[in-house]
T-cell receptor, first 113, second 111 residues
Framework: DAGVIQSPRHEVTEMGQEVTLRCKPISGHNSLFWYRQTMMRGLELLIYFNNNVPIDDSGMPEDRFSAKMPNASFSTLKIQPSEPRDSAVYFC???????????FGQGTRLTVV | EDQVTQSPEALRLQEGESSSLNCSYTVSGLRGLFWYRQDPGKGPEFLFTLYSAGEEKEKERLKATLTKKESFLHITAPKPEDSATYLCAVQASGGSYIPTFGRGTSLIVHP
């Protein structure tokens, strides 16, 4: 398996624009996590899906952030409108079960100017 | 609230100089503790899972141990390729199993 695949690897956008980050989890994994990593706050969980259903979205900063998982092989994280403070590296991770180790993608480095 | 504190924040070692990284945690009940390695520009890579006090796991020059309040990642005779950030995460029993990550220890091993 190729592992968790994220796209794009880098995204530079202007404040106010919509940004969509994409993730393909490892086949057969039924848990998917979106994380954000910054120097200031470290690795923060944004949202957790189990069997394509959002279970915990308490980490989503505000209504500008939304995430979907239309099927077991694809998830998106959308920011609309984007702000400079959203600049960070966003990781997607998947695991075979909710309580097992997670496998991370390479991340998307987002810069909002 | 679950808390994970890693120390030191940064560690510089000479090649061959063994040392330990610490992960202290506060959780209502521990389901599992994870160690990850993160290289610059990459996502965290899973190393170990520990479930109960007294448990130990080894992989090459790394050995992870667990007590009721903390975990140690021992690095024996490190090499420059061991340079990375090491992250610890705890998973509480009950609830949604969402792990709480520490801030990590940045390790640099000089040749």
């Amino acid at each position: 398996d190729a592992g968790v695949i994220q796209s794009p690897r880098h995204e530079v956008t202007e404040m106010g624009q919509e940004v969509t980050l994409r993730c393909k989890p490892i086949s057969g994994h039924n848990s998917l996590f979106w994380y954000r990593q910054t120097m200031m706050r470290g690795l923060e969980l944004l949202i957790y899906f189990n069997n394509n259903v959002p279970i915990d979205d308490s980490g989503m900063p505000e209504d500008r952030f939304s995430a979907k998982m239309p099927n077991a092989s694809f998830s998106t994280l959308k920011i609309q409108p984007s702000e400079p403070r959203d600049s960070a590296v966003y990781f997607c991770a998947s695991s075979s079960k909710a309580d097992t180790e997670a496998f991370f993608g390479q991340g998307t480095r987002l810069t909002v100017v | 609230e679950d808390q994970v504190t890693q120390s030191p924040e940064a560690l510089r070692l000479q090649e061959g100089e063994s040392s330990s990284l610490n992960c202290s945690y506060t959780v209502s009940g521990l389901r599992g503790l994870f160690w990850y390695r993160q290289d610059p520009g990459k996502g965290p890579e899973f190393l170990f899972t520990l479930y109960s006090a007294g448990e130990e796991k080894e992989k090459e020059r790394l050995k992870a141990t667990l007590t009721k309040k903390e975990s140690f990642l021992h690095i024996t005779a490190p090499k420059p390729e061991d340079s990375a950030t090491y992250l610890c995460a705890v998973q509480a029993s009950g609830g949604s199993y969402i792990p709480t990550f520490g801030r990590g220890t940045s390790l640099i091993v000089h040749p």
